[in-house]
């Protein structure tokens, strides 16, 4: 299957249950939402986890794009991308765990055509405030599917308070070879798909409540989704960058970890702008301004005259489709560049300033508050300039937001 069947078998299955599908958000949280990006489908569903009547009624389903910041140390492995689609089902105060993972094993397995016996599950074993999950351990017994419990992997939170939850998780072996172990004790075993009972408020002191009402919240990366059921070692092999694969090779020859952070940074960028975003130093627009300076930063290490310029309009144009975005091609390749354009500038505005003689030892912070203030340059900037790390990261890789 290719990822627009895999959409429309999902989506039709639990259609066929009695859930509506709600249109999937932009990028950007509700006003108000301390995060700056929607990391997960219940982000905007929050409120009707919490209690208030959804118009579409308590059975929900959908496609909602995310953008995950925490996972970009991950970026350029096999498995992990900074913008993804996530599909997602809710019972709002309607059914249980159980028959939620009941519908999810037989939709795996009849409708997705993967074989029952490289299955494996995971299950909350319990903790000093909620039990253990014995509803979905049943569950996954009587489907003779292995189980592993444990504590802190089935303990789903959105942060230090707020909803949350004991989870089930669902892994489909990868390896080449018959499936061993479990999910803790072998990475082969790949996560594809959470189900939260949400049933529980964590509050500042630390002790749960229960909500209003009992959901079920569950999340399935379709990407890599996509590449296990297309037999692919990679998301980046799945068919959604397949034009990536066949077009940037003779463009940026470059390793394949290098690819994959160019590719991802570069699409995420794309959609990122598509819902509105623009580089700035604050928020939402420096997480864009920190992809698009990483991207360039692993592009310009063999060879400076590389640009985003080069980029051709048909892998704008294919991303934007593919998230659903109106959005003009040549407007978002234009911004890019002229994003690069500054880029340049400021290294070597930088590399000028740290030239002077003041700036050769050690750095303290009246020194970087100065450079800062004075020459607008981040302190990730200047260590990366004096040879402690890459330029568009904070020494480690990393984009902060």
């Known amino acids: 299957m290719d990822?627009?069947?895999?959409?429309?078998?999902?989506?039709?299955?639990y259609r066929e249950h009695g859930h509506r599908r709600i249109t999937g958000s932009t990028l950007l949280p509700d006003p108000g939402d301390p995060v700056l990006f929607t990391s997960a489908g219940m982000h905007p569903l929050t409120p009707y986890l919490e209690g208030r009547p959804h118009p579409l009624g308590r059975r929900l389903v959908n496609v909602q794009r995310c953008l995950r910041t925490t996972d970009l140390e991950e970026v350029g492995d096999s498995r992990h991308l900074t913008v993804f689609q996530m599909l997602g089902t809710w019972s709002l105060g309607d059914y249980e765990g159980s028959r939620s993972l009941d519908w999810a094993h037989r939709l795996l397995t009849e409708g997705l055509g993967v074989d029952p016996g490289l299955l494996h599950a995971?299950?909350?074993?319990?903790?000093?405030?909620?039990?253990p999950d014995t509803e979905s351990l049943r569950l996954w017994q009587e489907r003779g599917v292995p189980v592993e419990l444990t504590v802190d992997d089935n303990w789903w939170s959105n942060?230090?308070?707020g909803p949350c939850g004991p989870d089930s998780e669902i892994f489909l072996w990868s390896g080449d070879t018959p499936p061993r172990s479990t999910p803790t004790g072998d990475d082969r075993w790949v996560e594809v798909w959470n189900h939260v009972m949400m049933r529980h408020r964590r509050l500042d002191d630390g002790r749960l409540v229960p909500l209003p009402q009992r959901n079920v919240d569950t999340g399935l990366g379709l990407e890599r989704l996509a590449s296990l059921l297309q037999g692919r070692s990679s998301v980046f092999e799945c068919d959604?960058?397949?034009?990536?694969?066949?077009?940037?090779?003779?463009?940026w020859p470059l390793d394949e970890p290098s690819f994959r952070v160019v590719w991802d940074h570069l699409r995420s960028a794309v959609v990122v702008v598509g819902d509105g975003i623009r580089p700035s130093n604050t928020g939402r627009g420096y997480v864009l301004r920190r992809l698009v300076r990483r991207l360039l930063t692993v592009l310009w290490r063999e060879d400076s005259s590389r640009g985003v310029g080069d980029l051709p309009v048909e892998l704008i144009t294919h991303t934007s489709d593919h998230f659903r975005q109106d959005v003009d091609p040549g407007l978002v390749r234009g911004l890019l560049v002229?994003?690069?354009r500054r880029f340049r500038q400021l290294l070597e505005r930088g590399r000028n300033v740290l030239a002077r003689p003041r700036f050769r030892g050690p750095l303290g912070e009246e020194d970087l508050a100065y450079l800062h203030d004075t020459h607008g340059l981040p302190r990730d900037l200047v260590?990366?300039?004096?040879?402690e790390g890459d330029p568009g990261t904070d020494g480690g890789g990393a984009v902060r937001p």
């Open 3 to 13: 990822t627009e069947q895999i959409v429309r078998t999902f989506t039709d299955y």
């Open 122 to 131: 995971t299950v909350y074993g319990g903790g000093e405030q909620v039990g």
């Open 159 to 161: 942060g230090p308070v």
């Open 240 to 251: 959604i960058f397949e034009p990536w694969r066949r077009t940037l090779p003779s463009l």
């Open 338 to 340: 002229e994003e690069e």
């Open 383 to 387: 260590t990366s300039l004096r040879g």
